[in-house]
């Protein structure tokens, strides 16, 4: 990546505080499938509760990715559709996809019980590599 950045002009997280919260990548993710309404969206998504799912739509829809039809019916009848810009988010959510396909959680009654450990590597306590991110314990030169 670039380097490190200030928060406010650091595009990660600019792009996380637009995203943020439990269930607004699941919200995208199921309207990528095309244009929904919010009783398929909140049966898709188990366990959201309505509040919930009404503050991430409002959200999505004050930052552009989310657009919100209301048909003059009786009842209301309203929908959701991903503008062009929320459909610019399908390779990212396709690539967390991806990546969450290849974690597993660890085993109960480990250390590590409750959290995910990539598939076919050990436990961070086993690997004896440094990722690229953990600061070297070597001195400069």
Not at 91 to 115: C, H, S
Request: one cysteine or more; glycine letters at 10%.
């Amino acid at each position: 990546m670039d380097e490190e950045c200030a928060d406010d002009g650091c595009p990660v997280a600019r792009a996380v505080q637009i995203l943020d919260g439990r269930w607004t990548m699941l919200v995208i993710r199921d309207l990528l499938g095309g244009t929904k309404r919010f009783t398929e969206l909140r049966t898709s998504l188990v366990g959201i509760s309505p509040k919930t799912l009404t503050d991430r739509l409002r959200s999505l829809e004050e930052h552009g990715l989310v657009l919100r039809v209301i048909h003059a019916e009786v009842p209301p009848r309203v929908e959701y559709t991903l503008t062009d810009t929320g459909l610019s988010l399908e390779p990212a959510i396709r690539a967390l996809g991806a990546w969450g396909a290849t974690m597993t959680p660890a085993p109960a009654g480990t250390p590590e019980a409750g959290v995910s450990q990539p598939l076919g590597l050990p436990s961070p306590a086993g690997r004896r590599g440094r990722s690229a991110m953990e600061p070297s314990a070597e001195p400069a030169a």
